[in-house]
């Protein structure tokens, strides 16, 4: 392995891209200390994710160390899969007085833009955002002297792992708690974001 200055087709040192602005990637506090402080006080700890390593899964992406490391897209599409369910599910279980409603609900707006922007990668990275969780991710940009988070795939990468977070919490507590922790959570500034 060669480590300092690179060589065409020399072994990298794993300690060179296993790192991202200073921090070195494992299993550490400084890592995953904020996310499992934050799923351990939000509901008294009812989303808590007690599995070290698929936390930092969860804040893995896929373009971090050349994939070489677990990272987050499988987690991320269960996430994705239940939050479309639940963002239907939300949309429809609004009172409607519409002609065309059944029982009062109104599956009409299944499909429509509203149910299709909610839960958009910038709704969702404006969360991780808030939260906090995007000095945490591990992920390489596209194009380093990009600085708009739509075309530097921040977005993406950040929405992502978000669906990973819902992802992993359904994986660890079920359906019913990762339901929740997306109408509690989530849901309100999904909503939010649409009709502004």
């Known amino acids: 392995m060669v480590k300092g200055t690179r060589v065409q087709g020399a072994v990298r040192d794993p300690s060179e891209f296993l790192r991202l602005k200073g921090r070195e990637y494992g299993v550490t506090d400084g890592n995953i200390g904020h996310l499992k402080q934050y799923l351990q006080t939000t509901q008294t700890g009812k989303y808590s994710i007690p599995d070290n390593e698929l936390l930092l899964q969860i804040l893995t992406h896929k373009s971090f160390a050349h994939g070489l490391k677990p990272y987050n897209e499988k987690l991320s599409v269960i996430g994705f899969q ?27 707006c299944l499909g429509s833009l509203l149910t299709k922007s909610i839960g958009n990668h910038k709704s969702l990275a404006r969360f991780a955002k808030e939260k906090q969780f995007d000095q945490l991710v591990f992920w390489k940009k596209r194009d380093p002297t990009l600085e708009d988070p739509a075309t530097s795939g921040e977005d993406t990468v950040l929405g992502k792992t978000v669906l990973a977070l ?5 994986l660890t507590h079920g359906k019913k708690v990762a339901t929740e922790f997306i109408e509690t959570e989530l849901m309100p500034l999904l909503v939010e974001d649409v009709t502004r």
């Open 166 to 170: 819902i992802g992993a919490i359904n």
């Open 82 to 108: 239940l939050l479309k369910l639940q963002s239907s599910v939300h949309v429809i279980s609004k009172p409607s007085d519409s002609p065309y409603a059944l029982n009062g609900k109104n599956f009409d």
